[in-house]
């Protein structure tokens, strides 16, 4: 069974489309996250999610919007797709942090988005 | 704020040969440390972890000790292979309160036989 997966694994679409990206985690883990990968591999955190609670907002535009139902998904949806929106988005899941502990985070395999 | 700072790359080694990927540091207070492994076409996995001052991680035949002195973190390993070609990610973590990885920009490791 996958830890953490993310569909779908490959978007292609025009500028200005709305798509959603879904994620989810049967690791029981309470702490979901979404990153973006850059072309040039850098990796740079969107959101923060613990128990269905944002609790990290990057600096990321408004037209992203991520959404939990639950604490084991975690989906983006993003409106008015942009060029440089096209990048691999990465969802991961942790354990709460809130004791001190080392939070550990699993990646799932990626969502590569290419706007055209 | 804090941050990461790997060696650029990509690095070029032929098998069995010794690797260092130098990662330093900046944060306030004492965060973990990490090293993650990215292949191609997949997600991230952990390498290995420490989690304070003179804590060594290793995984599979990788290194890292946590310096505080010198803030850093270099990744090592003593022979590698072809199959270790991938990009390798430091990040560090703070321990206390609401936080996530912060990661360097990652390196490139091309190993050919």
């Known amino acids: 069974d996958t830890a953490v997966s993310q569909t779908p694994k490959y978007l292609v679409t025009q500028m200005g489309n709305d798509k959603s990206i879904k994620c989810e985690q049967n690791l029981g883990h309470d702490t979901m996250y979404w990153y973006k990968q850059d072309s040039k591999k850098f990796l740079k955190i969107m959101f923060s999610y613990n128990n269905k609670e944002l609790i990290i907002n990057e600096t990321v535009p408004n037209r992203f919007s991520p959404k939990s139902p639950d604490k084991a998904h975690l989906n983006l949806h993003i409106n008015s797709l942009e060029l440089g929106d096209s990048a691999v988005y990465f969802c991961a899941s942790s354990p709460w942090t809130g004791d001190g502990s080392t939070g550990e985070l699993f990646f799932g395999e990626g969502s590569r988005l290419t706007v055209l | 704020g804090d941050s990461v700072t790997q060696m650029e790359g990509p690095v070029t080694l032929s098998e069995e040969a010794f690797l260092t990927i130098n990662c330093t540091y900046t944060?306030?207070?004492?965060?973990?440390l990490f090293w993650y492994v990215q292949y191609p076409g997949e997600g991230l996995q952990l390498l290995l972890k420490?989690?304070?001052?003179?804590d060594k991680g290793s995984n599979k035949g990788f290194e890292a000790t946590y310096r505080k002195e010198t803030t850093s973190f270099h990744l090592e390993k003593g022979s590698v292979q072809v199959s270790d070609s991938a990009v390798y990610f430091c990040?560090?973590?703070?321990?206390?309160?609401?936080?996530?990885?912060?990661f360097g920009k990652g390196t490139m490791l091309l190993v050919s036989p």
């Open positions: 990040a560090l973590r703070k321990v206390s309160g609401y936080s996530t990885l912060t």
């Open positions: 420490a989690t304070k001052a003179d």
């Open positions: 944060a306030t207070g004492y965060p973990s």
